[in-house]
């Protein structure tokens, strides 16, 4: 399997647009695709696909045109059910049966110190954290693993989860 935790893009962030932020994004997946053809994959976004960089509106709805636009690029990989959190909440998980074990994709700019969305809401705003803990208990009650991945990792200085 593949867990690919984002961050496609160059950080030259005077340089980017709207418009070419997922380029990067579409061709790492088509190369993973053509060299990767039959292998398992989880992907997750870095805080530099949002636009502006580091700037992912965790509280409205102005950053869905990146969920939108990478859950198309990623609907090979991922189940319906966890396509559909990805899409309207950015973050997502989903069991691989062959191993019993539950992926859990965190999307970080949750707790990236780095985005000023933050400052309206620093305490859970997309109830991630509140998922997170039933989604931890599901598995436990399923005797079930469970793989955490997320583009900043927890504990790091970038990452404040208030």
């Known amino acids: 399997m593949i867990m690919w935790t984002g961050d496609n893009i160059a950080h030259d962030v005077w340089h980017q647009s709207l418009a070419n932020q997922t380029v990067n994004t579409f061709d790492a997946t088509e190369e993973i695709l053509k060299y990767f053809p039959n292998t398992t994959v989880f ?23 990146l969920t939108e636009r990478l859950s198309g690029m990623w609907k090979m990989w991922l189940d319906e059910e966890a396509l559909q959190s990805f899409k309207e909440k950015s973050y997502y998980s989903m069991v691989d049966k062959r191993f019993n074990v539950k992926i859990i994709a965190l999307d970080t700019q949750a707790c990236d110190s780095l985005n000023f969305y933050l400052i309206r809401d620093p305490s859970d705003p997309m109830h991630e954290l509140e998922w997170l803990r039933n989604e931890l208990y599901d598995s436990e009650s399923k005797n079930q693993g469970v793989i955490i991945m997320a583009h900043i990792p927890p504990g790091d200085f970038n990452c404040d989860f208030g």
Do not use: I, K, R, S
């Not at 949002?50 to 992912?56: E, R, S």
């Open 43 to 65: 992907p997750m976004f870095g805080n530099h696909e949002a636009y502006p960089g580091d700037q992912f509106d965790v509280v409205g709805n102005t950053t869905f045109w």
